[in-house]
């Protein structure tokens, strides 16, 4: 049933949006790479008044085994109440779930029982196949036309291109391919908005063939992976623009735009430089009438004792920071870098876009730096601060040790554990030491996407500033 | 027309123009995007005529067809339809789709027209356009009879339109100015049900005033 009145999680600003109350769970996305055990949505407690704040508190697991979740979504956020199609008695509650591997999307409820959500739909993978040309769905982001689901491939025997399938907002039926002209764009990994100026971005990883079984060396030196960003008309679902980063910066990941609907740039992650093992930042903005991107942040690789270094990496001799994830406040403020090799996770002041300055830094893991938790101080951890969450109020920021099954094994293959943080951020970047949930927490799960009960820095778009 | 219709085609031109998504909300958050309140006065006018197509047309069709056909017949079989399409709109959980905020005054326009139609903006004035026909069928004349149809129409829609253009503007201007958007979160009834029970009731009285 619709509500009355709109959605109390649904803010016209990120300005309003900021003073949302903390929330109280969190819920995290764990797979089995064995893929003999269902992989499951986690509840967290994260209520520092709860007596088991810090503890994973709810358990849902799937029907099927395999499907490697990964990253998901909201069925319905902020951007219901934009002005030329307001909807904004819907209710966010249900999780739109897409299983990597499996090319599964599960549709799962989280208002009845809001620490044992309940799955309500299953799509399978012949209905985005035959519906939109899609497998290996990735994000899901709660647009203005239905959500919006991008995929890493193409389906029916094709490897690619990927791109964004669209499903209808309340029956969650795939409507079929976005794309009414996709320009050359052929590879895929993110997408998101700057819905108050009609601008669509993706981003590119790879096709499936290029990254299911692991990184593939030839195709990295190659430089065969993606470094481009792509424009489009969010209206017209026409491409625009290609934007080259160059072919030595391989790995165009995540997308952040500005919260601030007036402004017109946002901040990728490039994976690595294959010229230094570096890893980096950009910035797209606009440059007149078409769109730059400028790199604002290098994270240099770290020398390394060949013998310490797992097989894909020894010929380097040293450890590539491997900017995985980023995440930006809702006030457009703070960027957190998470650099999954070296195992850091560092905080940027991004008042000028142009001009990032590093506000603290924490380590954590890493490939051989194996940095414990406060909490648990004899306790090597491995993996490394990888897919990274920020409240509201930009006041905690959570984050998860699991890249990508096959991926992990090749950079952590003595295991890559499984382990969640929490950091406080306000004059200080430390820690929450009563907040890490580990090891066995996790049921043999790794984490991966976080997702915050009512929202969080990556979930919602703004139509009013 | 009487004074009765009269107060309800205002009554119900402030009902359309309170409701954000019927455009004052569009024309609000035009304005904040480029924190100019023009940007809110010029959007306002453009609202306001796709609305008056929307609404005109459906004046001028029921007008046209009451002077060749029985208003009773119009009535009935317009408020059955009407009640149908209100409790269809009730029970659908479908919402009007559409993609882009940037748009130029004659595309605002046409997006306030679809945004109407969709939501029988006009047909919600069916009971006030057949209570107040003029009496089909005098001696003047079909013609003259057809002029002052679409002369009914004409007026109805004026007189509607003007009302709900003035509420929309004073409070786009109000939000704008003063209140600011957070209000939304508290005030923004959902309106779109409140309208297809409108609509249910309008189908309903103009059947049983027929």
Known sequence: MALWKPDPTFYPSPRDAASAPPEKLAYVAAFDRSATKPDAIAVLDTDPGSGSYGEVVGWTELPHTGDELHHFGWNACSSALCPYAPHPHVERRYLIVPGLRSSRVYVIDTKEQPTSPQIVKVLEADELAKRAGYSRPHTVHCGPEGLYLTALGGANGEDGPGGIALLDHTSFEVLGRWEVDRGPQYLAYDAWWHIAHDVLITSEWGTPSMVEDGVVGELLLGRKYGHALHFWDLRKRRHVQTVDLGDEHQMVLELRPAHDPTKQYGFAGVVVNVEDLSASVWLWHRDGDAWAATKVITIPAEPADPADLPPVIQPFGAVPPLVTDIDLSVDDQWLYVSCWGTGELKRYDVSDPFKPVEAGSVRIGGITGRTPHPAAPDLPLAGGPQMVEVSRDGRRVYVTNSLYGSWDDQFYPDGVGAWMAKLDSGADFTFDERFFPHGDAFRGLRPHQTRLQGGDASSDSYCYP | ?210
Do not use: K
């Open chain 2, 1 to 210: 027309m009487t004074e009765g219709s009269l107060a309800a085609l205002v009554a119900l031109g402030a009902f359309h123009g309170l409701n954000p998504g019927m455009g004052w909300l569009f024309a609000v958050a035009r304005g904040l995007q480029e924190r100019a309140r023009a940007r809110v006065l010029e959007s306002l006018p453009a609202i306001a005529a796709g609305h008056a197509a929307s609404v005109g047309v459906v004046a001028v069709l029921v007008s046209l067809t009451q002077s060749v056909v029985a208003t009773r017949i119009v009535a009935i079989a317009g408020g059955a339809a009407l009640a149908c399409f209100g409790l269809w709109r009730l029970l659908s959980r479908r919402h009007f789709r559409w993609v882009g905020m940037r748009l130029s005054l004659w595309q605002l326009a046409g997006w306030s027209f679809l945004m109407s139609s969709v939501h029988g903006a006009g047909l919600m004035l069916l009971p006030v356009i057949t209570a107040s026909a003029p009496v089909a069928g005098h001696a003047h004349g079909l013609g003259h009879a057809q002029g002052s149809a679409l002369m009914s129409g004409i007026f109805v829609t004026g007189v509607h339109t003007l009302a709900m253009f003035a509420v929309a503007g004073v409070i786009a201007v109000l939000v704008y100015e003063v209140v600011g958007l957070a209000v939304l979160r508290r005030a923004w009834l959902d309106l779109d049900r409140v309208w297809a029970l409108a609509l249910i009731g309008a189908g309903t009285a103009a059947v049983l005033t027929a």
